[in-house]
């Protein structure tokens, strides 16, 4: 017996506001259907032993560690800019907006 039937499959259309022919629903149908019955065997094998995962395979994050390494000043930072003002970059109004 088929999970899903053409008129639910015709009402989720609608409810979606998705125009389709008599050919589309009739074909998203089956193919629903065959969606539904493969969570339905996911299902049958999933127990309560079996913890649930996201992926199938470990995933492990590749990353360095932080190291603190010496850095610019602000004078030096501030030496290559075309403009300074008070200790910061100097830059064009966008918004024209006063400070």
Not at 10 to 17: D, G
């Given at each position: 017996m088929s999970a899903i039937t053409r008129p639910e499959v015709?009402?989720?259309?609608?409810?979606?506001?998705i125009d389709m022919t008599d050919e589309e629903l009739d074909r998203m149908a089956g193919q629903l259907d065959a969606v539904l019955d493969a969570v339905a065997a996911v299902?049958?094998?999933a127990t309560d032993d079996v913890p649930a995962t996201s992926h199938p395979v470990p995933l492990t994050n590749v990353t360095r560690p932080d190291?603190?390494?010496?850095?610019?000043?602000?004078?030096?930072?501030?030496?290559?800019a075309p403009a300074a003002e008070d200790g910061r970059f100097r830059v064009p109004m966008i918004l024209g907006e006063e400070a």
């Open positions: 015709e009402h989720l259309a609608r409810l979606a506001r299902a049958k094998v190291v603190v390494r010496p850095g610019l000043t602000a004078e030096e930072a501030l030496a290559g």
